[in-house]
């Protein structure tokens, strides 16, 4: 009997030994790491306090269906104890032992499996901002190594070299006279600096950002947010620009503006962003191998109806295989040489968890492509404390 518990506390999944009550008798060790509860703790609380679809009024009902089926399954969402909610497979067997009822749950994370994707998805987008980051310090490192600021020494070793006669130097000397014109000049050069320069920065710091934005999704396992404030679907779309300025501006690529300035959406920030700038990087490597020159990448914003707005990229590249098409999306599928077939099919996803669609369209070979991302203009994430009113089908 020892040697069977010692099995189960180290089991892989949460295991939970239930009573008719729906109070945990029995929790393993996987159970209290998921959980985040003590083993004291977790005995001391029922079911309904980890499964956010099953309250404590709804109990009484479901223990009710439980013999009539004996061994089960359904899905739920389970909450721990510091309230982060996440997605749970939960397989349920019924015994009675001493005249009493009890329920054996294993629970498995429901995203477990798809931790190796997300990480390597996050990798490969990381890629692509880091890309842009490096550019931008690059050209910030430029600006200092050959800024006009460092002519400032030669006039003050002319200035040293006349400090006894330095009236007369600049009033009747031809170099004397040069000096208040080329500090006139040599100012206005040196602010023009630091304006691209601070541009520059800010750009480093939005990629940077971004960045931390994807690192933070990822680490909360694909736990839902809410985003309640309307953003403009220009600032989106330009600051994914911004995010892949290395892919766009090192290929010599003309951007081209549609934009439906009034459009704005509720959404996640984070994930639109990923998307876009996953697209606009696609589009700049599609011109690259397809031309040589008139390289344009267009980018379009409008809305279908009031519900809903369409975000396009559209260049005029290489172009997609009619028979590729309907393979675009899948993951691991690649024509580019060095690819890894994860951007697209990465992106197709965090379209669908935005409530959204992304597809394709290209006429062969030659002719380009449009990826066209659809958003709702409101998209309102699943609340944590909210329940779903329609029964789950996988229960009894």
């Not at 609380?45 to 013999?67: G, H, K, M, T």
């Not at 004996?70 to 497979?89: A, D, L, N």
């Not at 498995?108 to 490969?124: F, M, V, W």
């Not at 600096?193 to 520059?200: K, Q, W």
Request: glycine letters at 6%; a negative charge.
């Amino acid at each position: 009997m020892t040697t069977a518990i010692s099995i189960v506390n180290r089991a892989p999944e949460s295991v939970y030994l239930v009573d008719e009550q729906g109070r945990f008798c029995y929790v393993n060790d996987e159970a209290c790491g998921v959980s985040g509860y003590s083993r004291e703790e977790l005995l001391s609380l029922r079911i309904s306090d980890l499964d956010q679809d099953l309250s404590i009024q709804d109990w009484p009902a479901f223990w009710s269906e439980i013999p009539k089926h004996c061994t089960f399954s359904y899905e739920s969402w389970h909450r721990t104890k510091h309230g982060q909610v996440f997605p749970v497979e939960v397989a349920v067997k019924y015994f009675e032992c001493n005249g009493r009822g009890f329920i054996l749950d294993l629970v498995s994370d429901a995203t477990r499996g798809d931790r190796e994707e997300l990480a390597t998805t996050a990798i490969h987008d990381i890629g692509n901002v880091l890309n842009g980051l490096k550019v931008s310090t690059s050209r910030a490192l430029s600006m200092l190594r050959y800024s006009k600021a460092s002519s400032l020494t030669r006039v003050v070793d002319l200035l040293d070299a006349h400090t006894v006669d330095m009236a007369a130097f600049i009033s009747a000397d031809p170099k004397g006279k040069q000096i208040p014109i080329f500090l006139k000049n040599l100012a206005k050069q040196i602010a023009e600096e630091n304006m691209e320069l601070i541009a520059e920065l800010r750009g480093a710091t939005e990629k940077v950002e971004h960045i931390r934005s994807i690192v933070n999704r990822h680490q909360d396992r694909g736990i839902f947010c809410d985003v309640t404030e309307p953003v403009p679907a220009v600032e989106l779309v330009e600051a994914a620009l911004r995010i892949a300025t290395a892919a766009v501006e090192s290929r010599e690529v003309h951007v081209i503006r549609r934009f439906e300035q009034t459009v704005r959406i509720v959404t996640d920030t984070t994930k639109v962003l990923q998307i876009l700038v996953n697209l606009i990087t696609n589009a700049s490597q599609a011109l690259e191998q397809g031309r040589q020159t008139d390289r344009k990448l267009t980018l379009q914003i409008r809305s279908e109806d009031a519900r809903r707005v369409q975000i396009s990229v559209a260049d005029n590249g290489i172009g997609i295989a009619l028979e590729n098409l309907p393979r675009i999306f899948e993951p691991g599928f690649t024509t580019r040489t060095g690819g890894h077939g994860l951007g697209l099919c990465g992106s197709a996803r965090l379209a669908k968890e935005l409530g959204g669609d992304l597809r394709v369209t290209s006429n062969g070979l030659g002719q380009g492509a449009v990826f066209t991302l659809e958003l709702l203009v409101q998209n309102v994430a699943r609340s944590h404390d909210s329940k779903d009113e329609t029964s789950n089908p996988h229960r009894p």
